[in-house]
Every structure is written in structure tokens, then in C-alpha cells.
């Protein structure tokens, strides 16, 4: 069973920035596909970034390329998310899922159906 736990959010300023992390417990964060996903009130679930199990070759969504950053450390059991240039859109709820699965891409990373376990999210709020 993985356990993942989202932390960092908070009340931030236009243009402002704000580093998410999502902690892994029960197994190693190492070796899983870990996305990032936002949610607003009234919207669905959107992706944002995903980081396959290796490390390599990034995903970002079109309307954060160039500012956020996703990046692991897999001795601190963590995938981080670091937002730059904030802007009120990225105002949501924010979480990280995985699939489960050690060693295992994921064809259809930018879809929330793709991923089976989720973390509780943390808000993010940017004002204008």
C-alpha cells in the first residue's frame, strides 16, 4: 500500500511562488509514476505535472510549462512540485496520485483516471 501526503500550500501573492511537497509512506516513492493534479470548486480534476518512475522526461500541462517544476528526491521519499509566477487561475486544491505500480509508465498520464491512489490535496490560494 502507498500512502502519499501532500503539504506546502498556503495563501501567496500574485507573481509570488510556493514549493508542494507529497510524501510517501508504506513504500518507497522511488519507482512510482507520481502526478500532480489541481481541482477548483466546481471544476474537475486537472493535471498539471507528472514525473514518470526514473525521474526523466517530465510532464507539464500547457498552462504552467515554463513555471512550475516537478522533481523527486528519493532518499527523502518525496516529489516535490515547485510553483513560480503564480497566478489566481492556479488557485485550487492540489494533489498528488500514482498508480501503484513500481516500474510502471502510465499511457494516459494527464488523465485522472489513470491513477488509483491519491493523497488528501492542500490548497493553494493566489490573490490577485
Known amino acids: 500500500q502507498v500512502q502519499l501526503v501532500e503539504s506546502g500550500g498556503g495563501l501567496v501573492q500574485a507573481g509570488g511562488s510556493l514549493r508542494l511537497s507529497c510524501a510517501a509512506s508504506g513504500r518507497t516513492i522511488s519507482g512510482y509514476f507520481v502526478g500532480w493534479f489541481r481541482q477548483a470548486p466546481g471544476k474537475e480534476r486537472e493535471f498539471v505535472a507528472a514525473s514518470q518512475w526514473n525521474g526523466n522526461s517530465p510532464y507539464y500541462a500547457d498552462s504552467v510549462k515554463g513555471r512550475f517544476t516537478i522533481s523527486r528526491d528519493n532518499a527523502k521519499n518525496t516529489v516535490y512540485l515547485q510553483m513560480n509566477s503564480l497566478k489566481p487561475e492556479d488557485t485550487a486544491k492540489y494533489y498528488c496520485?500514482?498508480?501503484?505500480?513500481?516500474?510502471?509508465?502510465?499511457?494516459?498520464?494527464?488523465?485522472?483516471?489513470?491513477?488509483?491512489?491519491w493523497g488528501q490535496g492542500t490548497q493553494v490560494t493566489v490573490s490577485s
Open positions: 496520485a500514482t498508480n501503484g505500480r513500481r516500474y510502471s509508465g502510465i499511457s494516459e498520464h494527464y488523465r485522472a483516471q489513470a491513477y488509483g491512489y
